[in-house]
């Protein structure tokens, strides 16, 4: 009996446990896509518009308070000061 609860626990818990992983995985990924993404436009010379810029540069900032790789970090960084200088040079050219 005791091997029997025991392994029901356990089915419990690998069925249900990397789901929650899982998701925060993925969203950490959305998140590192809404940064790195518009910045990598810019740099190619792509267009992006005001909002997806806001959009990056409020997930390069959560990423950057969370992350803790240092690689991560200085892409993170690399993108946000691309970011940055974009939104600058679009408000000093704004009437």
């Not at 740099?43 to 810029?53: E, F, P, R, S, Y």
């Not at 806001?54 to 946000?80: F, G, Y």
């Amino acid at each position: 009996m005791p091997r029997t609860v025991l392994a029901l626990i356990l089915c419990c818990v690998a069925v249900h446990g990397p789901a929650p992983v899982g998701a925060a995985a993925k969203a950490a990924g959305e998140d590192l896509s809404s940064c790195l993404d518009p910045s990598t436009k810019l740099l190619a010379g792509g267009d992006v518009d005001d909002k997806q810029l806001m959009v990056a540069q409020s997930a390069c900032a959560r990423l950057k308070q969370s992350s803790t790789d240092s690689h991560t970090i200085a892409r993170l960084n690399a993108a946000a000061a691309n970011i940055a200088s974009e939104l600058q040079r679009r408000q000093a050219s704004k009437p």
